[in-house]
């Protein structure tokens, strides 16, 4: 099955600072890529994904890029703000099979006023 | 309400006991998802439903869990004799159909004592 890895798994970084969260994953046939935002005692959020016929993709301050030779993929926040801090999960999986996401084990980011 | 409910947000039980947890996912959507989530870790696949019928619950770790979803809509994820090593966070997450974005709820915190 599909194995991702996620690192680091915390960030600390100040007011106005890029973060940069770096995945990988094993499975070749992965084609779809979310990025999740946990905030405390809240369910995960999808914030921004990317699919694999594309590398980069950008929504305001948030960008993710990917590598399907290397398999990896990168989101990356900049300008962070005390609200960006939260727990952030990488996930993968197949569209058109079960569609069902393998999560890594996530990035607590905190921003620092 | 617009998004997926969880209730009971909290549960404390003792060990050996059975726990029903329940997951309102956002109407009209077909596609259901429970997942696990231990401190510190990403959410852990458990279960799939497309409609009524569960498509892959590859993820139950053993026969004490079972979940359910007769209708289409809510769901209940039963969990039999539970041991210390279930306490975890509970998360439902629903999609319009397969392939879409899967929303997430709030979870259920099992605490088995």
């Known amino acids: 099955g599909e194995n991702v890895e996620q690192h680091p798994s915390t960030l600390s970084v100040q007011e106005g600072d890029s973060a940069v969260i770096k995945c990988t994953y094993s499975?070749?046939?992965?084609?779809?890529f979310p990025w999740y935002k946990q905030e405390l005692g809240k369910g995960p959020q999808l914030i921004i994904d990317?699919?694999?016929?594309?590398g980069e993709k950008k929504d305001q301050r948030i960008a993710v890029t990917l590598n399907k030779t290397a398999k990896h993929f990168s989101l990356h926040i900049t300008e962070t703000q005390p609200e960006d801090s939260a727990v952030y999960f990488c996930a993968a999986s197949i569209t058109g099979g079960s569609y069902i996401p393998t999560f890594g084990r996530g990035t607590s980011l905190i921003v620092h006023p | 309400g617009a998004g997926v409910s969880q209730t009971p947000s909290n549960k404390v039980t003792e060990k050996g006991k059975y726990v029903e947890l329940r997951c309102d996912p956002i109407?009209?959507?077909?596609?259901l998802y429970w997942y696990r989530q231990s401190l510190g870790q990403g959410p852990e696949f458990l279960i799939y439903?497309?409609?009524?019928?569960?498509?892959?619950d590859s993820g139950l770790p053993n026969d004490r869990f079972f979940a359910v979803r007769p209708e289409g809509s809510v769901s209940t994820l039963k969990i039999q004799r539970t041991e210390r090593g279930d306490s975890a966070v509970y998360l439902c997450a629903s999609s319009l159909m397969r392939d879409t974005e899967a929303f997430f709820g709030q979870g259920t915190r099992l605490t088995v004592v």
């Open positions: 109407s009209g959507h077909t596609a």
């Open positions: 439903f497309q409609g009524t019928g569960a498509a892959d």
């Open positions: 499975d070749s046939a992965s084609n779809y």
């Open positions: 990317i699919r694999s016929n594309v």
